[in-house]
């Protein structure tokens, strides 16, 4: 058997793993549940992060250059012991216009196993993705998935969870300035902010009338500025092919993204501060609006950094039933 063969026959067998090792995980997390009676649970929101725009020959920290290491929460009960890889996915669970990592090294984390994570705790690694000097991956989209997952005490398969690294390598080579440049060393943006919750649902929505969320059902986006220093941020809603999120089942793109609006396009919050931004939707009063699931993509931009950094907000509107039919005017009342 020659090299190649067999290093081929050793990467499929490291793929069947992996995937036997997930679907097991999976059945675990279903059969056991929450262990010892207690709730189990992990929370990140290092979901799903697109790199842009990185060099050939570059090595690229997550924590210094964009300031967002991976975080998880253990949002449990329990001390729990997580364990994170970096893992192969089958092609038909890629995004669309991506294809798998060529190699798993191009990606590593400085911290993958905790042995004791705390209920409340968070597990902190830096994550860097190296890009070989190879010209035949330029202009080229690739997708590596992060697996987090628990155990309790006695080794049992808790919670895992799984985070999407998408990464688009320029398609020009790089310069001879970009050559003396080390983006491992240097923040273009600062990622260290929360935005919370990333997520709501708004029911029974009257249509065509601005209504406040936030006043009629204390739905807003919260962001909270950690750092000493002050941070801007853009929020707009944009169309879903644009942002490419997962609809929640039910549900239909907005037709217009203009419908909802934030109260103010541009916010700037104060270090170590939170502030509130109300969220205000006007769908136009037509027949085929009423009694309706629309999803709304929000993103929130940090603005004033080198690069683009962006997370985004899940918003869920159902309108409002349409009114019963009116009944026709008795003929009497007609020649009153």
Do not use: C
């Not at 067998?13 to 709730?39: E, H, M, N, V, W």
């Not at 994550?127 to 070989?132: D, E, H, L, W």
């Not at 010209?135 to 997708?143: A, C, I, P």
């Not at 260290?192 to 009257?206: I, K, M, N, W």
């Amino acid at each position: 058997m020659n090299v190649k063969t067999k290093a081929k026959e050793t990467e499929m067998r490291t793929k069947k793993t992996t995937l036997k090792q997930i679907i097991l995980l999976a059945l675990g997390l279903i059969a056991s549940g929450p262990f010892d009676g207690r709730a189990a649970g992990l929370r990140t929101q290092f979901g799903e992060v697109v790199l842009r725009r990185l060099k050939i020959g570059q090595t690229y920290s997550m924590q210094k250059f964009l300031n967002l290491p991976y975080r998880v929460v253990n949002t449990g009960d329990e001390p729990v012991t997580l364990k994170v890889d970096i893992i192969s996915i089958a092609t038909d669970q890629l995004k669309e216009g991506y294809e798998p990592l060529p190699d798993l090294s191009w990606v590593k984390l400085d911290t993958r196993e905790f042995p004791v994570l705390d209920p409340n705790h968070e597990a902190v690694s830096d994550v860097t993705i190296s890009i070989p000097n190879d010209s035949t991956v330029m202009g080229r989209r690739f997708q590596a998935n992060i697996w987090s997952h628990t155990q309790s005490p006695k080794g049992i398969v808790a919670v895992g969870m799984l985070s999407r690294l998408l990464i688009q390598v320029d398609s020009t080579p790089p310069s001879e300035e970009d050559k003396k440049f080390k983006p491992s060393e240097h923040r273009a943006a600062n990622m260290d902010f929360t935005l919370y919750p990333s997520v709501g649902r708004a029911e029974d929505v009257p249509l065509g009338i601005d209504y406040d969320l936030k006043k009629a059902q204390k739905i807003s986006v919260k962001l909270i500025n950690p750092n000493d220093e002050k941070m801007r941020f853009r929020i707009q809603s944009l169309p879903n092919w644009e942002a490419n999120l997962e609809r929640p089942k039910g549900f239909v793109d907005a037709y217009n993204p203009k419908w909802l609006r934030a109260a103010s396009t541009e916010v700037e919050v104060e270090g170590n501060s939170l502030k509130e931004v109300p969220l205000i939707v006007n769908i136009p009063d037509e027949s085929q609006h009423y009694h309706r699931n629309f999803f709304f993509a929000v993103a929130v931009d940090v603005a004033g950094q080198e690069i683009a950094a962006r997370v985004f907000y899940k918003l869920m509107v159902t309108t409002v039933a349409a009114p019963p039919p009116q009944p026709a005017p008795k003929k009497d009342e007609k020649t009153k």
